[in-house]
């Protein structure tokens, strides 16, 4: 099988791990890079630097590199542009989350890409490859749990200091980044919320604006969900808890399914909680039940993460396999975010889906009225310091 020459825009924090990984991946060659400002390429080292093109703009990247597939790894808003150029260019693309800042974007972003069929376009979404994730999905596809009831994620191990939010001038602010702990961090599970049970059609949420953190944009969220079949949400996050936990409940009726500290735990009866509830002959109990702690491959097996996409994405390319994560996907985890948002700032709930014109121009409010101003400081190695979810 010929490699499949692979350029990688934007080498932060994100792009040049991507471009350190790339060499795992068999049939994958790494064979250009671009980034707008010169010295990110230092990030590279010396010998994987020398091996590969370096470009400055991403329109010489794309009419000169000769690649067949791009990640694109710089802040959101240029995220759709870049895609779309991509298209245009005729290569495959690997999108970083969130696919893009607000719904309208990604909108215009999705109404390009039916122009192009034959390409592969696909999202960063690389929790989808964690194996106990892939557990969780299939448990509640095959309808192991029954209907579902209740699903609650706490997620406030997204801990983050003020060091890193000033490490580039586009976080945390309405301008540069367009959101918070919902744009940056949460993309990951607000995907895997809609990939496991669907979309609500009820947002309330309650989200604080800079309540630990020097920044405008929110840190804390706390909301409810409703779907359409009754069954209720919770989906709780901050990045300024310490120590914060990451625990994911799924509740059916036939048991309830626990993802936290890498154990996947499933509390399973064989009656259903609705039956048992109506013809149980006693006043307390609980149906009869198992305790079973599945197994799974742990992460750190084999490729990571974010390669696996990758891998996938070769396999699609040259094998016509199944795409993991496409980019289409991408808009629902995105509405989850702007309706949370949305919920937050009208102090009222929403129903989905959202008017996306309307999120469009709150935000152009926001970047209009904004007087956020911060000092970047310079930081050494990891300046976004990820040290734990991602
Ligand atoms: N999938 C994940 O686990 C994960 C983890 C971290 C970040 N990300 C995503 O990756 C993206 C980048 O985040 P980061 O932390 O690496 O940011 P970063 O600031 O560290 O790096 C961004 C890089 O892009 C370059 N850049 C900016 N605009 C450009 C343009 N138009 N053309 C070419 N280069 C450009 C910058 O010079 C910089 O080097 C974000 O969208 C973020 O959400 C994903």
New binding site residues.
């Given amino acids: 099988m010929d490699s499949v020459k692979i350029g990688i825009?934007?080498?932060?924090?994100?792009?040049s791990m991507h471009a350190k990984w790339l060499k795992d991946v068999p049939g994958a060659e790494l064979t250009a890079v671009?980034?707008?400002?010169p010295e990110?390429f230092k990030r590279l080292g010396d010998d994987l630097r020398a091996k590969v093109q370096c470009f400055n703009?991403?329109e010489e990247f794309f009419a000169k590199s000769g690649c067949e597939l791009v990640q694109i790894?710089?802040?959101?808003y240029?995220?759709p542009d870049?895609a779309i150029a991509a298209m245009k260019a005729g290569m495959h693309f690997i999108l970083?989350?969130?696919i893009c800042v607000h719904k309208a974007e990604a909108e215009r972003l999705l109404a390009e890409c039916k122009k192009y069929p034959n390409l592969v376009k696909s999202a960063?979404f690389?929790q989808r490859t964690r194996d106990a994730h892939v557990k969780i999905k299939e448990l509640l596809d095959s309808g192991e749990l029954g209907e579902i009831r209740r699903v609650t994620w706490i997620i406030t191990d997204w801990f983050r200091t003020q060091q890193y939010y000033d490490s580039?001038d586009?976080r945390a602010s309405w301008r540069g980044e367009g959101g918070g702990v919902l744009t940056?961090q949460c993309?990951?599970q607000l995907d895997l919320l809609q990939w496991f049970f669907g979309m609500p059609k009820l947002v309330d949420a309650h989200i604080f604006l800079g309540k630990y953190h020097n920044i405008e944009v929110e840190d804390e969220v706390n909301a409810y969900l409703e779907y359409p079949n009754g069954a209720t949400g919770n989906f709780i996050t901050t990045t300024g808890e310490a120590v914060g936990a990451n625990r994911f409940e799924a509740v059916g009726e036939h048991g309830r399914l626990v993802f936290e500290n890498d154990k996947l735990t499933f509390y399973r009866h064989r009656e259903s909680t609705t039956d048992f509830i109506k013809n149980a002959k006693v006043g307390f109990g609980n149906p009869y039940t198992w305790t079973c702690e599945l197994p799974y491959a742990p992460d750190n097996a084999g490729l990571c993460q974010?390669m696996r996409i990758v891998k996938n994405v070769i396999d699609v390319i040259r094998n016509g396999a199944k795409l993991i994560a496409p980019v289409e996907e991408g808009i629902r985890g995105l509405e989850l975010a702007n309706a949370m948002m949305l919920s937050g700032f009208l102090k009222q709930p929403v129903e989905l889906p959202i008017d996306s014109k309307v999120y469009a121009e709150k935000l152009e409010k926001l970047i209009a009225t904004s007087r956020y101003t911060k000092k970047p400081v310079t930081t050494t190695g990891n300046?976004?310091g990820?040290g734990n979810s991602?």
């Fill in positions: 825009i934007g080498i932060g924090n994100m792009g671009c980034d707008i400002n990110a703009t991403p790894c710089v802040p959101h240029a995220h870049l970083e989350k969130p960063m690389n580039g586009w940056n993309p990951h974010h300046a976004a990820f991602f």
